[in-house]
């Protein structure tokens, strides 16, 4: 009766791992919201299938996107479900080399079904009604299968004794990374707004040129590509616009996305890997 005892105090005074929580509830999170998304767009394109001037043409896009979402979101099930076993007190069981399953998990041999894939692909597209039922299949499979040959390559002779790190840091590489570029770059293109606002108040001549195209776009319903190009020589040919622009697309924005990519490494510094 006393070990019970013991044993339940000790349940109770585990404490909880917050990381582990938060990598259950972002992965479980973003998971169900792109399977529902793959279900929403899935069905949308059943429906535009059937709509009165719709048709193929509009419904197999849908498919795909709902095919691409289905992958993602699939990828980030396994990181909630490691870390909802860790958060309950149960370990991972890791599959060893003797596993059946790893006789088939072969991905320097899949790779080499990908130019029939891309072929077979290519040539469904031809056909409305084929392409709707197999891209959608044959678009998972050429996502899939290069980056199912990477991850390989680079996991070889690696122990594979840490299933939640392993699939946690994929699924902060899919969510985390991410939403960290977008905000982070946001950040600079207001600031890089302001900038040019400023810039452009200094230089009278420039500043009529940016209401000329701010005038053509609000008085237009449908903006014409190549009037609105035209209007924007005189600020494309300026120096010091063409130095700001060269600045956010060639240093800033290669720069915040390449730091933040990695983001989800950086909750495992320190921690023996």
Avoid at 189 to 194: F, Q, R, S, T
Wanted: no cysteine.
């Amino acid at each position: 009766m006393s070990e019970a005892i013991q044993v339940g105090e000790q349940k109770a005074a585990r404490p909880v791992h917050w990381l582990t929580l938060a990598q259950f509830g972002v992965s479980a999170l973003a998971a169900l919201m792109l399977l529902g998304l793959a279900v929403a767009m899935a069905l949308a394109g059943l429906l535009q299938l059937f709509a009165p001037g719709a048709g193929l043409a509009l419904a197999t896009p849908s498919v795909l996107n709902a095919s691409g979402m289905l992958l993602v979101g699939g990828l980030l099930a396994p990181s909630a479900g490691y870390a909802l076993l860790r958060l309950v007190g149960r370990r991972a069981a890791v599959l060893g080399p003797e596993s059946g399953w790893r006789r088939f998990y072969r991905p320097g041999l899949w790779l080499l079904v990908l130019p029939l894939v891309v072929a077979v692909g290519f040539g469904a597209s031809f056909v409305p009604w084929l392409a709707f039922f197999a891209l959608p299949p044959l678009h998972l499979l050429g996502m899939s299968l290069p980056v199912f040959w990477l991850v390989w390559l680079a996991r070889r002779n690696l122990v594979n004794d840490a299933p939640q790190m392993f699939w946690g840091v994929l699924a902060g590489g899919l969510t985390l990374g991410p939403l960290l570029i977008l905000l982070v770059e946001l950040v600079f293109l207001v600031g890089g707004i302001l900038v040019i606002g400023v810039y452009l108040a200094a230089n009278p001549a420039l500043l009529q040129a940016g209401a000329r195209i701010q005038n053509y776009i609000e008085t237009q319903p449908l903006p014409e590509t190549e009037v609105v190009l035209e209007l924007l020589m005189p600020l494309l040919a300026d120096r010091g616009i063409a130095l700001l622009a060269l600045l956010g697309v060639a240093v800033v924005v290669p720069l915040v996305e390449e730091a933040l990519k990695p983001a989800a490494l950086w909750l495992l510094a320190r921690r023996n890997l």
